[in-house]
């Protein structure tokens, strides 16, 4: 993979690029940019997700996912180096329906919140399928690995399971959307 910073201001970004992995510049509001930016704030959201008490399996599935949501950012940032492939999508599907398979089944709509660990989870989730917009932008621009946006769309769907376990926890119950409220 490219250079590794030992300097951390370097100015080069004062002009409004950045550079890429493969030692090329491109405008900070790139396509890839964007999309590079959404991936490393849905992994910082995560990260604020782990402070909270997550049961396992569910910490060790958040513990991987942010290794390799670390390797997407870097094939995003490496054009044509693949690091994300249909192994990961996979585990990501094992792991969304073993946790789902202890959860009721869904009758309404379920809002955010619940517990804080569970609303963080939301909001990371919600992140996610931004970055994952980002991605399916980038893609109409340049070829890049479909297995990227894929990823992505099965780790939303890994965040929402989460978020409803979490929810769910200490007895608590969910918050579903109530069509006519009083």
């Known amino acids: 993979m490219g250079k590794r910073l030992s300097k951390i201001i370097t100015r080069t970004g004062d002009n409004g690029t950045t550079g890429l992995s493969d030692g090329s510049r491109v405008a900070k509001d790139d ?39 670390f390797e997407l950012g870097g094939e995003l940032s490496l054009p044509g180096h693949t690091l994300i492939n249909a192994d990961a999508i996979q585990r990501l599907e094992n792991n969304a329906e073993l946790l789902n398979a202890s959860l009721p089944p869904l ?56 978020a409803r376990i979490l929810a769910r926890s200490d007895g608590r119950e969910e918050v579903q959307w109530q069509h006519e409220r009083e």
């Open 31 to 69: 396509a890839r940019i964007e999309a590079m930016g959404d991936v490393d704030e849905l992994n910082s959201l995560l990260g604020v997700l782990l402070t909270h008490d997550i049961p396992e399996p569910s910490r060790a599935y958040l513990n991987r996912v942010q290794h390799e949501l």
């Open 107 to 162: 009758k309404e709509f379920i809002l955010p919140g619940g517990t804080p660990a569970a609303a963080a989870c939301h909001v990371a989730r919600t992140v996610c399928r931004r970055a994952e917009r980002r991605v399916v932008s980038l893609a109409r621009q340049t070829p890049i690995n479909e297995h990227l946006q894929i990823y992505l769309n099965r780790l939303s769907d890994l965040l929402f399971v989460i």
